[in-house]
């Protein structure tokens, strides 16, 4: 069974579609002991549809973090639009990277060993990316790492995207890098460039304060104005400083790609001309934290069944499964 994208006004087609979803998926699990999760796969293939849409040509690359499952890794890459994974730490890249050939590790690595199995194997060398953002980050892998000028570990640049004001004194997005400024990436794209056994190969930046912030949910009426507004600034203020730390970098060296943005914000960051690529991932599952976004509108397709074993007053009932072992704050 497929799944039309809604149209018009998302309600009543949403609210329809989730009644015939709900109905299968009650069908297909009903001999399943909970707990247990499924994922329909024809909204996962809509939703896929959903985001190369919005990404208007450029190519997605899936986030492994947010779908931690490799079948469903594998049947995303395979529709049209998406190409490379954006990993979550170093040992899980190496583990993709036997089946694929495109792993662009998105946090910076302090695993030695990891790092050291990378540098022996030609094959992952040429599959994987270390992310880096400061000179730090270079002396601690030329410390643990043999530079090897004939296989070179490809790095990418993190670039700081978060939007800061009044001097930095309002501070709104993610702390990701602490590059912020043209001449802070050129300067981090010199000392990558005279250094042996490492190659830089591409720029990220994730702009959180976009990417993952509602902007049209009904509950904060009263705020989204006033996210909307921080986010037209956002973009406006990013589309400058992005473009010109490209610009800077790509007179030191040539890169490969130009990642940006997150599934909350495909169509914003396509439309920037100095990206390349777009990271997307959580918008093939679809939770509940894209039903207060303007710009895309996915359909739920990952579901998590608990056993319902109490209902100590009406309205409220205890489901049992998941949690800490232990009592209190991890």
Known sequence: MGYQEATGSPGAAVEGAADQRFD???????????????VDLDAFDTNAAILRRNAIGKP??????????????????????????LGFTLPEALWLAEEFDDVVVAYPTADTDALRALAADERLARRVTLMVDSV???DFLARHVEPSPSRPLRLCLELDVSLELLGGRIHIGAYRS??????????????????PGVRLVGIMGYEGQIAGVQDAFSAAA???PLVRLMQTVSKAELAERRAEAVAA???????????GGGTGSVTSTAADPSVTEI???????????FDGYRSIRPLPAAFF?????????????????GGWIASGVP
């Open 249 to 259: 970098v790509r007179r030191v060296t040539d890169l490969e790609f130009v990642n």
């Open 305 to 321: 069944a608990l056993p319902v074993v109490r209902r100590p007053k009406r309205g409220i009932v205890t489901a049992l499964g």
């Open 24 to 38: 299968v998926l009650n069908r297909a699990t009903r001999g399943i002991q909970p707990p247990f999760a499924a």
């Open 222 to 224: 009263l705020r989204s």
């Open 136 to 138: 730090e980050h270079l």
């Open 60 to 85: 997605l690359r899936l986030a492994s973090k947010s779908l931690r499952c490799r079948p469903l890794m594998r049947r995303a890459l395979a529709q049209p639009g998406f190409k490379g994974i």
């Open 279 to 289: 990271a997307a991932g959580s918008g093939l599952y679809s939770p509940a934290l």
């Open 178 to 195: 602490p590059v912020r400024t043209p001449d802070q990436a050129l300067d981090l794209a010199h000392e990558i460039d005279k250094r």
